[in-house]
């Protein structure tokens, strides 16, 4: 089918929820993709960070084939053979207890939702009533606050949107599940200030990645722990490493780079390959608050996601040097870039999560259509930055031709956009977050 007639198909039988771009791809193999025209693009956006060892891979191709042809679905009231051994790899990469599979990101950050209520239920009931006000920082008896931080994006179902801190997603779905309280994202103040005894976690993004590839400050990091291990609080410390884990840093999970253990985290994207599987790691102290009823899924873990996701963990581990050299590489070239154009107002980002942002939302939307149209994907996120999430395995020469046309695409547009109002983002002082080798 050409572009054009899927194209018009979709305009009539789907929900209008996507505006994409004007490209239908066929093909991809490593670090390439080819559309019906048989253009050639160099991948930077890895499906926005799903797939980590590129198109194709042959030892993810070869879980597929082999599974597919034996067993695909059972549902979770029986065993097969391939959670188990899945789990005892992210336990194991993870320094977390156990580990309960679902179908994304979002579902796996609404169970940690519901895991983080049923342990202050299990823990805290002492016959009161919920709080009538569960946005107050008053010292209740209740236990239900989550705090959440300002400029997250933790996913589009109802408990994912209540703890998402970018007002235009939340604003069409209002009200939305009661209990949240946002928290200026890497303000220590101010986190001190709305953590009380009503708190029964502190959920950050550990890189945000919609929001910009804004890392957590360490500081801000360690406090949110230090709140939540006193023992009178009670509180759980829930990092999001839906984006930000898994590889994607140069180490198993981002939050490695910090030395704190969080109680529950979430994965997802890379996790399968591009096959739906989201996980929940917890504490076995955490586990202990469920019993069989109280949560569950009907595709959630089942064998042929499971066999490709142990693939991936594999490949992965042999991976992460490779990745925090070539993030050193790509991160050393970005930030020559910054040096040389004065529309860059920031250079982010560890491993192969990285983000310029720029001065203005014109520039940004017109480098990134020049880039595609010289067939490199990245995309736009938070109107102003421009994000890179490419696959483990690209090679300095990828970088080389991004960090290239780059620089063309900002010297053809600064001049083009000087002239026209621009939407500016706030002046930073310069800062990195880079995890070296």
Not at 48 to 55: E, F, K, P
Not at 178 to 188: A, E, I, S
Not at 334 to 343: G, I, Q, T
Request: with cysteine; glycine share 8%.
């Amino acid at each position: 089918m050409s572009l054009e007639s899927v194209s018009r198909m979709e305009s009539k039988l789907l929900l209008p929820t996507y505006d994409r771009q004007p490209i239908l791809f066929v093909r991809g193999r490593g670090v390439y993709l080819w559309d019906s025209r048989g253009n050639q693009y160099l991948d930077f956006l890895s499906g926005i960070g799903v797939n980590a060892l590129g198109h194709n891979h042959p030892a993810i191709q070869g879980a597929i084939r082999r599974q597919a042809s034996r067993l695909i679905h059972v549902s979770n009231l029986f065993f097969h053979e391939y959670q188990a051994e899945l789990a005892r790899l992210l336990t194991g990469i993870s320094g977390l207890d156990r580990v309960f599979f679902c179908n994304s990101g979002t579902e796996a950050w609404e169970g940690a939702l519901k895991l983080v209520r049923a342990f202050a239920q299990m823990n805290h009931t002492n016959g009161h009533k919920p709080n009538p006000n569960p946005n107050s920082n008053s010292n209740s008896n209740s236990k239900t606050r989550i705090l959440a931080m300002e400029n997250s994006f933790h996913g589009r179902t109802f408990g994912a949107l209540a703890t998402t801190g970018q007002p235009k997603y939340r604003a069409p779905f209002v009200p939305l599940m009661p209990g949240v309280t946002f928290v200026k994202f890497n303000d220590l103040d101010d986190l001190r200030r709305k953590f009380d005894s009503s708190v029964c976690a502190v959920c950050i993004e550990t890189i945000q990645g919609e929001g910009g590839i804004q890392p957590v400050n360490k500081e801000f990091l360690d406090l949110a722990s230090q709140l939540t291990k006193t023992t009178q609080s009670g509180a759980l410390l829930v990092l999001d490493e839906i984006q930000c884990g898994l590889g994607r840093t140069g180490r198993h999970f981002a939050y490695q780079h910090y030395g704190v253990q969080p109680d529950v985290v979430t994965v997802a994207k890379p996790l399968a390959c591009g096959l739906p599987l989201g996980a929940i790691l917890t504490t076995e102290r955490v586990a202990r608050c469920m019993h069989p009823g109280m949560h569950g899924t009907t595709f959630g873990g089942g064998p042929l996601t499971c066999a490709v996701a142990i693939e991936f963990l594999h490949a992965e581990k042999k991976l992460l040097k490779h990745v925090r050299a070539l993030g050193n590489y790509f991160h050393a070239a970005l930030e020559a870039l910054d040096k040389k154009h004065k529309s860059i107002q920031e250079v982010r980002g560890v491993g192969l999560m990285h983000a310029v942002e720029l001065d203005s939302s014109e520039l940004a939307k017109a480098v990134t259509r020049q880039l595609l149209q010289e067939g490199i994907i990245i995309n736009r996120t938070h109107e102003t930055v421009l994000r890179f999430l490419p696959p483990y395995v690209i090679q300095k020469k990828h970088v080389d031709r991004v960090i290239k046309a780059l620089d063309t695409a900002l010297q053809t547009n600064e001049e083009i956009t000087r002239g026209k109002k621009k939407t500016a983002s706030p002046q930073r002082k310069k800062k990195e977050f880079h995890a070296h080798a």
